[in-house]
T-cell receptor, first 111, second 114 residues
Framework: SQQGEEDPQALSIQEGENATMNCSYKTSINNLQWYRQNSGRGLVHLIL?????REKHSGRLRVTLDTSKKSSSLLITASRAADTASYFCATDSLGDYKLSFGAGTTVTVRA | DAGITQSPRHKVTETGTPVTLRCHQTENHRYMYWYRQDPGHGLRLIHY???????DKGEVSDGYSVSRSKTEDFLLTLESATSSQTSVYFC?????????????FGDGTRLSIL
């Protein structure tokens, strides 16, 4: 069953704007990861955040984790056309080492 | 990019026929996974392997079998394909189990069963 659920399902923004998407999950986790998938390609790992961390940055990406609310957010700043893709969160729950993926957020960046 | 090759990339076959998908890695990673991706469901784990000849079931394993006779190869077999198995199949690898290491994905096999 899906552990993570992304919100919104789809997002359309202008180039240069920021994009924010959220992931909520149901049970306590060890780690949360974010992936990007371009059309017709496999998933590419973006960021991993551990349950004892609250925020991580990687280039134009910022991920936050709130374990009390069982939620995470991914912020893409100053978006580019190349950021057009689907974004997935994935979690591994306590006692279960397999990753569970959400259904994803599709982001379209308009030129 | 991690060295993961899936073959074939596309396949169309008929209901009731056997189908084997191959995943080949050049990274020497211990863990390998097969997922299927369907609209509205994200990725769902079919089977995974934690070493040569060591495999276990995932969330949606019914109708699928796997084999891993070498570190670099992980095969997914549909013994008698059904239309509900039409999907995009992804192979992934990781150095360690669980979510404390990233998984690296191949570019998928698009399988259509008529």
């Amino acid at each position: 069953s899906q552990q993570g659920e992304e919100d919104p399902q789809a997002l359309s923004i202008q180039e240069g704007e920021n994009a924010t998407m959220n992931c909520s999950y149901k049970t306590s986790i060890n780690n949360l990861q974010w992936y990007r998938q371009n059309s017709g390609r496999g998933l590419v790992h973006l960021i991993l955040i551990r349950s004892n961390e609250r925020e991580k940055h990687s280039g134009r990406l910022r991920v936050t984790l709130d374990t009390s609310k069982k939620s995470s957010s991914l912020l893409i700043t100053a978006s580019r056309a190349a950021d057009t893709a689907s974004y997935f969160c994935a979690t591994d729950s306590l006692g279960d080492y397999k990753l569970s993926f959400g259904a994803g957020t599709t982001v379209t960046v308009r030129a | 990019d991690a060295g993961i090759t899936q073959s074939p990339r596309h396949k169309v076959t008929e209901t009731g026929t056997p189908v084997t998908l191959r995943c080949h890695q050049t990274e020497n990673h211990r863990y390998m996974y097969w997922y299927r991706q369907d609209p509205g469901h994200g990725l769902r784990l079919i089977h995974y392997s934690y070493g040569v000849k060591d495999t276990d079931k995932g969330e949606v394993s019914d109708g699928y079998s796997v084999s891993r006779s070498k570190t670099e190869d992980f095969l997914l077999t549909l013994e008698s394909a059904t239309s509900s198995q039409t999907s995009v199949y992804f192979c992934a690898i990781s150095e360690a189990r669980g979510g404390n290491q990233p998984q690296h994905f191949g570019d998928g096999t698009r399988l259509s069963i008529l």
